[in-house]
């Protein structure tokens, strides 16, 4: 008779067990260390961000942040590792917007879907970029800049961190309403985009700040306008685009953190939390207040529907601009 009470009893703690099974799993994230992929070379502005939210962020997890630089493609290479990389939270990336909103309509060879192969964490900034110049050109502002590439025709040229990145679209919008001719040169990234810009060996850059603002302070570049809505706070003194002859002129890059398409909700919940935690240290607000980013962040959620809207609108500039990487 024993035997035969004991052996349901046995039965339905192991079904109790099974049931719990993944609630007691999903607390043991992150059971080891997190690998945070950017997209893109050391130096760029995508990089600067990750480095200064994983050192918070490791605090908040109790795991190490380790920052995995995966350059090449415009950041398809990155990504598409994220996309196929295990869903369990242990690795995220810092999507940038022409990954995320850019990409999908200037090729049909974009080896991922960003809306179907990532689940959304959170997006943590936004920026505007800066037009710089080589010293080398005799323009201080952007209408004369405008006025030399009218009176040497096919003479400018423009670095960009990558085919479609918003350098570049944004570089192919002023030469579309200023009617001057400017010739794009990409690179894998803007670190070394900008070591060039510095050697004179390209004129002008459309750029994150965080790669260019000690060149400017330093007399090495020349910040002629941003980018943005509005005048930054790391760049008071330097008019916007709309300010300097095109009203309604507005740019902004935008980064948002991403777990591979699958990823339980424990771990992009948690992940979410502290994310948002780190993006409140007053360490990481004055690193990232000082080279032009706005703190941004919200639900996973609200990101997922952001990046829709962003890759509409996006969309409608690239067919305006014509441009295609394939």
Request: proline residues 7%; aromatic residues 6%.
């Amino acid at each position: 008779m024993f035997h035969g009470r004991f052996v349901p009893a046995v039965t339905a703690c192991a079904i109790a067990l099974t049931v719990l099974a993944p609630h007691l799993h999903a607390e043991e994230f992150p059971s080891r260390p997190v690998r945070f992929v950017v997209p893109y070379a050391p130096g760029g502005s995508t990089d600067t961000l990750a480095r200064t939210i994983s050192t918070a962020l490791t605090g908040l997890l109790g795991q190490q942040v380790v920052v995995d630089n995966r350059p090449g493609a415009n950041g398809d290479i990155g990504m598409s590792l994220v996309a196929k990389a295990p869903a369990d939270g242990h690795t995220i990336v810092l999507g940038y917007i022409a990954n995320l909103a850019i990409n999908p309509n200037i090729t049909t060879k974009t080896p991922y879907d960003p809306h179907k192969d990532f689940s959304a964490v959170t997006q943590v900034a936004a920026a505007p970029n800066i037009l710089v110049t080589h010293p080398s050109l005799p323009a201080k502002n952007l209408q004369e800049l405008i006025a030399y590439g009218k009176a040497h025709p096919k003479t400018l040229t423009y670095a960009s961190a990558g085919v479609g990145s918003i350098g570049h679209l944004t570089g192919a919008l002023i030469a579309l309403q200023s009617g001057i001719d400017m010739t794009h040169v990409p690179y894998k990234g803007s670190g070394q985009a900008v070591s060039d810009l510095v050697g004179g060996h390209v004129k002008i850059m459309i750029s994150g700040m965080s790669s260019t603002l000690t060149h400017v302070r330093s007399g090495k570049l020349i910040g002629i306008a941003t980018t943005g809505a509005k005048r930054t706070s790391a760049t008071p003194s330097i008019p916007t685009i709309a300010e300097s002859g095109f009203p309604g002129f507005s740019a902004n890059a935008w980064y948002g953190v991403l777990a591979p398409a699958g990823t339980p909700k424990g771990p992009v919940t948690r992940l979410n939390r502290d994310i948002r935690k780190a993006l409140e240290d007053a360490a990481v607000v004055k690193r990232l207040d000082g080279v032009g980013f706005e703190i941004i962040s919200g639900s996973p959620e609200a990101f997922a529907a952001y990046m829709r809207a962003e890759t509409r609108r996006w969309g409608e500039v690239v067919k305006a601009a014509r441009v295609r990487a394939d």
